[in-house]
């Protein structure tokens, strides 16, 4: 079980937005703007979107975008490509002493 | 342009230790501002962060698996290295190294390596 929550699957028709929710604590998305979000591709390494919740690195699309709300971090894809489809995670830095960096499970993204 | 590659065995056998070796090049480990991580993801699960090291030779462990891992620094040569002892079925997995660009606390990994999946041999 991850330590951060997201859902298992979503999709998309080409040129729709579609978002993914990123559910921590305190501890970690709730307590620090330091939430990251990756796209990879089956069979690649993973590839940062998104940083410090909404910040994009240099060459990303900002059909891209992050966001977040009390303990909930979401990233929102707008007009889907279909080059979008990929798996989606995110990540957080967090204070419990167990962990320095908690991911999300993984969103499969399906582009219709 | 900033590029790591990992190196090392793809078969483990059960109770062995994994060393494998991040070469890193277009940024210099001296840097301190530049980390690495190691991460690993299991076929089809999440990612999983194990450890990450500074210049300053600050390092940190994932606390569940801090008994079986060392990861070390060589600046001359730009490589980080991450040992696992007592290799199990249960860490097959693609183990990444990445780099951290912008110091304590690690906040996101801005460039990663291919990956290499380790699997167990027995």
């Not at chain 1, 489809?85 to 957080?92: I, L, M, R, V």
Request: contains cysteine; aromatic residues 8%.
């Amino acid at each position: 079980q991850s330590a951060l929550t997201q859902p298992a699957s979503v999709s998309g028709s080409p040129g729709q937005s579609i978002t993914i929710s990123c559910t921590g604590s305190t501890n970690d998305v709730g307590g620090f703007n330091y939430v990251s979000w990756y796209q990879q591709h089956p069979g690649r390494a993973p590839k940062l979107i998104l940083y410090d919740v909404s910040n994009r690195p240099s060459g990303i699309s900002d059909r891209f975008s992050g966001s977040k709300s009390g303990n909930t971090a979401s990233l929102t894809i707008s007009g889907l490509q279909a080059e979008d489809e990929a798996d989606y995670f995110c990540g957080s830095y967090t204070r419990i002493f167990t962990l320095d960096v908690v991911f999300g499970g993984g969103t499969r993204l399906t582009v219709l | 342009q900033v590029t790591l590659k990992e190196s090392g065995p793809v078969l483990v056998k059960p109770t062995e230790t994994l060393t494998l070796t991040c070469t890193v090049s277009g940024f210099s480990l001296s840097n301190p501002r530049m980390g690495v991580s190691w991460i690993r993801q299991p076929p089809g699960k999440a990612l999983e962060w194990l450890t990450h090291i500074f210049p300053n030779d600050e390092k940190s462990y994932s606390t569940s698996l801090r008994s079986r891992l060392t990861i070390s620094g060589d600046t001359s040569n730009s490589q980080v290295v991450l040992t696992m002892t007592n290799m199990d079925p249960v860490d097959t997995a693609t183990y990444y190294c990445a780099r951290i660009p912008a110091g304590a606390p690690v906040r996101h990994f801005d460039h990663w390596a291919r990956g290499t999946l380790v699997t167990d041999s027995s």
